[in-house]
């Protein structure tokens, strides 16, 4: 087998792992991006938004956003970033390092604007607006950012299929030391 071939190939128990972390870092996204709700079951803003609540979503967002910055950085620094399924794989998660950036702030923006709510009556309907728009730009940063992540695990998933045609080669064994027997060299 061609040696630059064997270089490109992330080692299966890698691949496996990182299939792993970001299938369940892309649940975890997908999952605050489904439950985190701003509407109320009749589809309005309710009259006193819960700040606790939506502060919250932006520190979950914050805390998920570090997680995915983390596994882009590690993943850039490992060796397999600069192989070519490792550049398309560091490509997308680059891509979800910035989406899921974008999210903790539209939050905490949303947290902000109810606190407005409760002490400005007058700007109510433009600032509810304002609100809902936040909240639902911060969910959808979420769902492309699981996407991304999901982008990435397929890569993965592909390049795992490659191991199938290039096995890893056993271990070379050191040829066998000569039987004992009485030393047959001429003196």
Do not use: C
Not at 39 to 59: C, E, K, M
């Amino acid at each position: 087998m061609n040696p630059d071939v064997r270089r490109e190939l992330i080692p299966r128990d890698e691949v496996l792992r990182l299939i792993g972390v970001l299938d369940g870092m892309k649940a975890k996204l997908l999952d605050a991006a489904e439950q985190w709700q701003l509407l109320d079951d009749t589809g309005r803003v309710p009259s006193t938004p819960a700040y606790a609540d939506l502060i919250q979503h932006a520190a979950a967002a914050q805390d998920l956003s570090r997680d995915v910055v983390r596994l882009a950085a590690d993943f850039a620094r490992s060796p397999h970033g600069t192989t070519r399924v490792g550049r398309t794989v560091l490509a997308h998660l680059a891509t979800a390092a910035t989406l899921s950036s974008n999210a903790p702030p539209r939050f905490a923006e949303t947290a902000e604007t109810a606190l407005s709510l409760a002490s400005n009556p007058i700007t109510n309907r433009y600032q509810a607006n304002s609100m809902v728009l936040d909240h639902a730009t911060g969910r959808a940063y979420l769902r492309r950012t699981s996407e991304s992540l999901g982008a990435a695990a397929t890569e993965l998933n592909n390049h795992l299929d490659l191991h199938q045609f290039f096995p890893t080669p056993s271990r070379q064994q050191s040829p066998a030391p000569p039987p004992p027997g009485p030393d047959t060299r001429r003196r």
